[in-house]
């Protein structure tokens, strides 16, 4: 039985443990990226390699010492660093005495005879067609439910009459998802996470800001990565809507693209007619239906040294004043604190919030 492991990615992990159990192959669970992590990516990886390959190096350097064989991760499109993850992480990791190996998903719809090549590999147990797509099934659902309660949580979370209650029933929910394991247990446990999500005692007459938040695909879905910045938005009232979730990331490069992914590059069009790689051209797409749909404010999140995320930047005071919403980015990496970014934040929701009052009240002064 080979022990695998996988970069930890918010609360995924919980699914992929049972898919690859299933499988038969022996999990060796990625622990949530600490600073002990950083520091172990940050000491063995290329200085101005970006933030994700600094992160994902550390998970890999914490498991790797209990008999990893084989780490499965996912790869990259367009001109973009993410596709050069595996190679880079791999030749570090044999260099440091590890000799493993990675098994790199790459998008389906693009290279359908490189998945079914891969799915053999992780598939020591020689589970029939059949049989896999059986687990699939179930690991997917779980996957769906995990990102629904914490959808939920966002809408939620700004409108808690005690703070920390929804954060609690959303720890809650996740423990309860992630001991189902039939296709009815996960249904019936999804139903009881966001049930007691909404029992949460709320205000529904508070002011509520809402922000969305774009950028690179990693610091948006790990929260160790973005210091827990939707908790913070949430208890400063602004109710988040991410741009991205891993069952719609995977949606989108598995099978078909969405429609709303399709709107988004239609968006971003006059801005960024071409390919940039990574999730550039995904971030002024989605401000630009953000200010639409009529948003307070969007935030970006993205590594330092990602040039996707570098290019948008570029644009986005553009986008902002065309469109005439606040735009705040965050270029994250080792050295962001979070004291710094709560700092910032608070400034900025301050902000959204006299602007939403000025346009209420358009006589309204303020002295300062």
């Not at 644009?315 to 005439?324: H, S, T």
């Not at 080792?334 to 000025?358: C, H, I, N, P, S």
């Amino acid at each position: 039985m080979p022990k695998v492991t996988f970069p930890h990615v918010g609360e995924a992990h919980r699914a992929l443990k049972m898919l690859m159990t299933d499988l038969g192959n022996e999990v060796i669970m990625p622990p949530r990226p600490s600073k002990r992590t950083l520091d172990l990516g940050v000491k063995h990886a290329p200085e101005f390699a970006c933030f994700p390959v600094k992160i994902l190096l550390g998970t890999y350097l914490e498991t790797c010492p209990q008999g990893v064989e084989l780490i499965i991760t996912s790869g990259g499109v367009g001109p973009c660093r993410a596709g050069h993850y595996a190679q880079l992480h791999k030749k570090i990791l044999r260099s440091l005495g590890y000799p493993v190996d990675i098994i790199v998903f790459e998008p389906p719809r693009l290279y359908p005879l490189d998945l079914l090549h891969n799915v053999r590999r992780v598939n020591p147990g020689r589970l029939s067609y059949r049989s896999i797509y059986e687990c699939v099934r179930r690991a997917w659902r779980k996957l769906q439910a995990l990102d629904n309660l914490e959808k939920l949580s966002h809408r939620v979370r700004p409108r808690e009459l005690n703070r920390g209650a929804a954060t609690r029933a959303y720890r809650k929910g996740v423990e309860w998802i992630d001991r189902a394991y039939t296709l009815k247990e996960i249904i019936d446990a999804e139903a009881a996470a966001l049930e007691a999500m909404e029992k949460v005692p709320q205000d529904p007459q508070r002011e509520i800001l809402k922000v969305g938040i774009v950028g690179e695909i990693y610091v948006l879905l790990e929260p160790a990565s973005n210091l827990e910045m939707e908790e913070t938005l949430g208890n400063l009232g602004v109710e988040v809507e991410r741009s991205m979730f891993l069952t719609g990331w995977t949606r989108d490069n598995t099978w078909a693209e969405t429609v709303e992914n399709m709107t988004v590059r239609d968006a971003a069009l006059p801005y960024l007619p071409e390919l940039l790689g990574g999730h550039g051209r995904d971030s002024i797409g989605n401000t630009i239906l953000y200010a639409k749909r009529g948003f307070d404010g969007v935030i970006q999140l993205a590594p330092f040294t990602c040039i996707p995320e570098i290019v948008a930047r570029t644009i986005l005071p553009r986008v902002a004043k065309d469109y005439n919403i606040p735009v705040l980015t965050f270029f994250l990496d080792e050295q962001t604190g979070k004291a710094g970014m709560a700092t910032r934040l608070e400034a900025f929701v301050d902000l959204l919030r006299y602007r939403k009052r000025q346009q209420k009240s358009p006589k309204l002064v303020v002295n300062i």
